[in-house]
């Protein structure tokens, strides 16, 4: 069984995420904000990481960029789930770690490739 961690500070998207993966047989942690991803993933060491960008606290750059630099949770892939669409947002994001990124709206299907493909 997948471990997946989610995080999104929206209430309603984290709730959608979860579905979505627990769905598929996948072992869902949540979190709200990018130090919470991160601790949780030094604790739990998910198979795949689906992070949000825009979030209080610590944004989902640069959670991303610590769980890439630390020897614990640098092989762990993270996906980007995000509003941010433009190109730019996209290579900002693979420069500090994603190794993938889905734009929302996005499809179940989406989400799931990405979990396929990476985890």
């Known amino acids: 069984m997948k ?3 989610v995080v999104d500070d ?11 993966f627990t769905d598929v047989g996948c072992l869902v942690s949540t979190a709200s904000t990018g130090s919470e991803a991160v601790k ?26 610590l769980l890439s630099e630390e ?13 941010k669409g433009q190109k730019a ?5 693979q420069m500090q770690g994603a190794k993938g990124y889905v734009v ?10 990405q979990l396929k493909a990476l985890a």
Do not use: H
């Open 3 to 5: 471990k997946v961690l």
């Open 10 to 20: 929206s209430p309603a998207d984290l709730a959608n995420l979860r579905t979505i």
């Open 40 to 65: 949780k993933a030094r604790a739990d060491k998910p198979n795949i990481i689906f992070l949000d960008i825009v979030m209080p606290d610590m944004d989902g750059y640069e959670a991303c960029r």
């Open 71 to 83: 020897p614990a949770t640098k092989d762990i892939p993270v996906v980007f789930v995000t509003s």
């Open 89 to 93: 947002d996209r290579v900002w994001g």
């Open 104 to 113: 929302k709206p996005y499809s179940a299907d989406q989400l799931i490739d």
